[in-house]
């Protein structure tokens, strides 16, 4: 097991912002930490990497008590933190070696980490010159650079354009082959595309502990299609298994199917018989949005 928490509760003064939580992380997972913000995330992560402690319960990193093994447990982990605290006027490969002088790391280990994070045609420039989504990676290959199994990223790709958005999820996925990932955000798509699991985090309480997997084989899912003229929805209505249909804008049309199999081809052929044109076709996991919905609404 990789992090196992019992029934921790933190308070700041009175108010209490982690209330008896528990979960599991097993070895080389990918699990998204996902609630709204001010749910608890960043305290837990806070928590588990030895920032603060809990006022109840314990927490094991790697098998290390969170409270009386912090060496251990900082040994262990790879920690990014929400608002990555980078010296702009350094040097990337300056901020690495003075962080591996810190940890006492090899000095062989920052040109690996430069190039396992992608930063190699970057990694001559300072911090401060770097975009949003390099500086992301700094932060990767800062937490990566002493080896630990488990790394925990708040919030890592926050702020960050949809091309980047898309190369640190690849990262932090291909990273997640052979380490255990425990990762934070308040974007549901962010779990999908990344995580294997997700725990949802509501006012302090662990509302939700669940594969995506046996989320996606649940009962619903809904097909968003795109076609190139008006619609109606009750026309649509006809289609087979059909829960509901939303036209969010334009003549894009939100289709919830209650059944678990794959209803694209189903509305391919439906647009073809009544000699509809679709300019796109997606299918989305609905019982991840309707959780996350009910559970933190
Ligand atoms: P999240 O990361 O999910 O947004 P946080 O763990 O940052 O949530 O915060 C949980 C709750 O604890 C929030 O209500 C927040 O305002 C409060 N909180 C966080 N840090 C502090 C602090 N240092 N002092 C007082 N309250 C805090
Ligand atoms: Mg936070």
Partial sequence: MSIEVINISKYYKEQKALNNVSFKVKDAEIVGFLGPNGAGK????????????????????????VSIDKKN??????????????YTDLYVK??????????????????EVIELTGLTPEAHKKIGQLSKGYRQRVGLANALLHNPDVLILDEPTTGLD????VEIRNLIKSIGKEKTVFLSTHIMQEVEAMCDRVIIINKGEVVADK???????????IVIVEF?????????????????????????YEITFSTEEDMR?????????????????????ASLESLFRELTN
Avoid: C, W
């Fill in 73 to 86: 447990v900082q040994q262990s982990v790879g920690y990014l933190p929400e608002h990555n605290p980078l």
């Fill in 94 to 111: 300056e901020y690495l070696d003075f962080n591996a002088n810190v940890y006492g790391t090899p000095k062989s280990r920052i040109n």
């Fill in 265 to 285: 081809s189903h509305v391919f052929d439906f647009a073809h018989d009544n000699d509809l044109k679709i300019l796109q076709l997606n299918q989305k996991n």
């Fill in 42 to 65: 960043s305290t837990m992560m806070k928590i588990l990497t030895t920032y603060i402690n809990a006022n109840e319960g314990s927490a094991m990193v790697n098998g290390h008590d």
């Fill in 211 to 221: 594969y995506l997997k046996e989320l996606r084989d649940g009962q619903e899912q």
């Fill in 162 to 165: 949809p091309n980047q958005l």
């Fill in 228 to 252: 190139d003229y008006r619609v109606e929805e009750a026309f649509l209505l006809k289609l087979p298994k059909v829960k509901s249909v939303k036209n969010p804008n334009g003549f894009i």
